[in-house]
């Protein structure tokens, strides 16, 4: 009965380790192959996608500048201006992995609040790529 235990057991409880780890894997803003842009204030439920190269190059730009507060479980006051999934490259014959951010513009285009919920991650960005991201994102 122990030799079952030890042939059994054992490596079941290594597979659930290995399976139960919570590291959460950053993405290189140069893996990024599209956006899905929904602009919540409307509410019209019409996705708009962001696949061109130029338009995806000064995206990721933006994306690499923003400054991230990690473990910060953030509450806005009001309703996301725009829900923005990104979608990043993996291996090959592997499907993409998807980044949700949920987007603030705040009052005279001054900065930008980003939020990451699946990472407990609140970001910002400086005027000038606060400028860049809402054109990109609402003058699509």
Known sequence: MKSFMKIFVFPILIVALIGCTNETKQFDPNDLERVDVL????????????????????LKEVFANIVWQENVKAQMARKEDVKATLFFKTEQNSPERLVEYFIWFNENDVSTTIIDRENNSYGTLS???TKILKDML???
């Open 127 to 129: 005027t000038e790529d």
């Open 39 to 58: 602009i919540t204030e409307e509410n019209i439920g019409d996705t708009t996608t962001i696949m061109e190269a130029e338009k995806l190059k000064a």
């Open 138 to 140: 609402l003058n699509y």
